[in-house]
Each structure stands twice: as structure tokens, then as C-alpha cells.
């Protein structure tokens, strides 16, 4: 890891530590919204991506999430049925999906 990516790696796991909004799961009743086909993911403060970038239906589609660990985008494409593939440069963040997808019974 060059210098910059350990020291953003860093800063997102101190920012997990703190509870920062970016790393706080999704609640429990989000992805089990999201299990039934009622799903939206936020990539900024206010505004969700647009549904209609998506297919209709997400069962089997490849899903790559980039700089996205959290517990939030990657459970909630998960429980569409999609395959998630989450990379993060922070180990909490990480950590943070793979809680999500463990207690909720998802394969990320």
C-alpha cells in the first residue's frame, strides 16, 4: 500500500470506530425489505441512485461495489438476490458488510 491509500485506509476505519453516517449498517427491516423487492441505494447524502439504472429484476446479476463497505449497499444488493462483490481499502468497512450479510444470512 502506497502512502496515501494506508492513510485513507486508516481514516475509514477510524471514521467506523467513531460511527460516522457512512459506516452504520442498514437496519435489519431494510434488507428484509430488500429480500421482498423494495430496495433503493444512496452513493451520496441525499439522493438514491435512480431505479431505472437497474434491471428489474437483480437475482444472478454481477454486482462489483467500489470504495462501498459499510453494511449498506452491498447487504442491500445482496438480499436482491444479486452476487456482490464489495472492495474497500478499509478492513472495518469490510467488516461492516460481512456482519450485515452474516446476520442477515447473505452471500457477499
Known sequence: MNK???????????????????????PRETIEKAKKGEWSIGVTADRQ????WFPKSMKGV?????????????????ATGAAVTVFDLSERQLQQDQRV????GLDL
Open 62 to 78: 454481477s454486482v462489483l461495489c467500489l470504495a462501498s463497505g459499510g453494511g449498506q449497499q452491498g447487504p442491500i444488493l445482496a
Open 4 to 26: 496515501t491509500t494506508e492513510h485513507n485506509s486508516k481514516a475509514w476505519d477510524k471514521k467506523v470506530e467513531e460511527g460516522v453516517r457512512y459506516t452504520k449498517t442498514a
Open 101 to 104: 450479510a452474516d446476520e442477515e
Open 49 to 52: 441512485v435512480p431505479r431505472e
